[in-house]
C-alpha cells in the first residue's frame, strides 16, 4: 500500500496511509491539504533564517511569509508534479553559523537549493559558498547591502529585493529638494549598515550635498544612548541605517532626545517595519522613509486586488493585522524560484544550470504571487530592479507620498557573472 506524504507550510506533517485505508473500506476518507505526484519526491528548499539571536523577530516573520508561499503552491499542486518541502535551520544572524548551517543543508539533507541569510554579513558568507558547492541560492528576506550583486557577485546567487545603492541612489535626490544639503548618519556597524552609509555619503557628496558626521553603534547593543546623543541637530536632517532590535532602540532614543523636534528624520525602511511595531511610536511622526514595500500604506499603487488579496492571506495564515516586510520577502523569493523551477522544468539539483539560466533575466508581473509589483532580475549580476516608494509617517500611518520607477532605480551593473 503506497503511502501518500503531506506537505503544507513547508514541513512534513505526516502520511495519509488512512486515506487509502479508508478508500479500501469504502469509508469517507479523511481530508489531505495536498499530495506529490506518485513516485515523485519533493523538491527540497534549505532555508537558513534566524529564529534566534538580534533579528529573531524579524527572522520569525520572514519564515512566515516563506511557508505561506509554499503552502499555496502545493495546494495548487506543487511544480512541475512535485510539491516542495522546506527545511529550515537556525543562523542565529550569525555569518559563521549560517555557513554551517549551509553545508548542514546541503551534505546532509541533500536539499536541491538554498535560500536565507536575513542579515548581510550572512549572505555574503554563503553566496560564495553556494559557487563552490554548485547550488542555486535565493536571498529570501534581507540581505540589502550592495556588495552582494557587485563585487561579491556570482552566477548561483540571486537577489529578488533591493539592494542599499538602489534604494539610497532613489532616496538622495528627494531629500536634497525635500529636506535640505546638510545631513548626519546613524548606523549599525555590520555589513548592512556600513554598505548604507557609505552609500549615503558618497552619493550625497556626489549631489552636492555634505556628511557634517556619523555615528556607528555595534550590531546587537543594547543601550543606543552612547551613540545617538552624538547626533548634530545642527543638520538639516538624519538619516539612518538600522535594523531590527537596534531600530527599536534607536527610535525610542530619539524620542527621549527630541531629536525628531530638532531636525528631519530619514531612514532607510528598516528602521521601521512592523515585525517589530505593531503601533507606530510618537517619535516617528513625519518620518520619512524609502521603501520597497510599507506595510501599512494599502493605498496608491498598493490598493490593487492582489495586495489587498495578499493582506488577507496574511493575517489568515499569521493572525498579525498587517504582514510584515520579511514576511513579503520570503513569499515573493518562494514565488520566484517556483516561477523559474517552472520555465526550467526543474525537479532536482541536477537541474541547477537550467534554473539558473531561466531567473537569469526573468520578468515577474503584479500578481497575487507578487502583490509588491512587476519586477526583473537583471541578467548580469542576478540583481532585482523594482519600484521603491518614498513614505512618510503621517497620524500614525504610513502614507506613499512618491513613487520611483523600477528603471530609475537602476544603476550600471558593476559585476558580470557570464
Not at 488579496?309 to 523569493?333: M, Q, R, S, V
Not at 541578467?379 to 516608494?389: E, T, V
Request: hydrophobic content about 40%.
Amino acid at each position: 500500500m503506497r503511502h501518500l506524504r503531506i506537505f503544507g507550510n513547508g514541513v512534513l506533517f505526516a502520511t495519509c496511509a488512512v486515506l487509502a485505508l479508508a478508500l479500501l473500506f469504502n469509508l469517507s476518507a479523511p481530508f489531505c491539504l495536498t499530495t506529490f505526484a506518485a513516485g515523485k519526491e519533493p523538491i527540497k528548499i534549505g532555508y537558513v533564517n534566524p529564529s534566534t539571536g538580534v533579528f529573531a523577530t524579524i527572522g520569525k516573520a520572514g519564515s512566515e511569509g516563506v511557508n505561506l508561499a509554499v503552502k499555496k503552491i502545493n495546494e495548487a499542486g506543487g511544480v512541475n508534479g512535485h510539491q516542495l518541502l522546506v527545511i529550515e535551520r537556525d543562523s542565529a544572524a550569525n555569518p559563521a553559523q549560517a555557513l554551517r548551517m549551509s553545508r548542514e543543508l546541503i551534505f546532509q539533507e541533500e536539499v536541491d537549493v538554498l535560500i536565507g541569510g536575513l542579515s548581510s554579513s550572512e549572505c555574503l558568507a554563503i553566496s560564495p559558498f553556494a559557487e563552490e558547492t554548485e547550488i542555486a541560492y535565493m536571498t529570501s528576506s534581507g540581505c540589502w547591502t550592495d556588495a552582494f550583486s557587485d563585487e561579491r557577485c556570482n552566477r548561483y546567487a540571486f537577489r529578488h529585493v533591493a539592494n542599499d545603492r538602489q534604494r539610497i541612489m532613489s532616496f538622495a535626490r528627494w531629500l536634497i529638494e525635500n529636506v535640505g544639503k546638510t545631513w548626519y548618519v546613524a548606523y549599525s556597524d555590520f555589513a548592512y549598515g556600513q554598505s548604507g552609509f557609505r552609500n549615503f555619503s558618497q552619493i550625497m557628496e556626489e549631489m552636492g550635498a555634505s556628511i557634517i558626521g556619523s555615528v556607528a553603534a555595534p550590531l546587537g547593543t543594547t543601550d543606543m544612548a552612547p551613540y545617538m546623543s552624538k547626533v548634530d541637530t545642527n543638520a538639516d536632517g538624519l538619516f539612518m541605517v538600522f535594523a531590527g532590535r537596534d531600530g527599536v532602540l534607536a527610535m525610542k532614543q530619539i524620542a527621549e532626545l527630541g531629536l525628531h523636534k530638532k531636525m528631519k528624520i530619514t531612514a532607510n525602511q528598516s528602521i521601521l517595519i512592523r515585525e517589530l511595531w505593531p503601533k507606530l511610536p510618537e517619535a516617528a511622526e513625519g518620518l520619512t522613509m524609502i521603501a520597497w514595500y510599507p506595510s501599512g500604506a494599502l493605498e496608491g499603487p498598493l490598493d490593487t486586488p492582489y495586495n489587498r488579496w495578499f493582506h488577507d492571506e496574511c493575517k489568515e495564515f499569521t493572525g498579525k493585522e498587517l504582514p510584515g516586510l520579511n514576511t513579503i520577502e520570503g513569499y515573493t523569493a518562494i514565488n520566484l524560484l517556483a516561477k523559474g523551477m517552472r520555465l526550467s522544468g526543474f525537479q532536482s539539483r541536477k537541474d541547477t544550470k537550467n534554473l539558473i539560466g531561466a531567473l537569469e533575466g526573468i520578468e515577474v508581473k503584479e500578481s497575487n504571487e507578487f502583490p509588491q509589483g512587476s519586477f526583473r532580475i537583471r541578467g548580469q549580476d542576478h540583481q532585482a530592479i523594482s519600484r521603491l516608494f518614498v513614505v512618510q509617517v503621517r497620524e500614525g500611518a504610513e502614507k506613499i507620498i512618491a513613487t520611483i520607477p523600477a528603471d530609475e532605480t537602476a544603476y550600471p551593473p558593476k559585476c558580470n557573472v557570464k
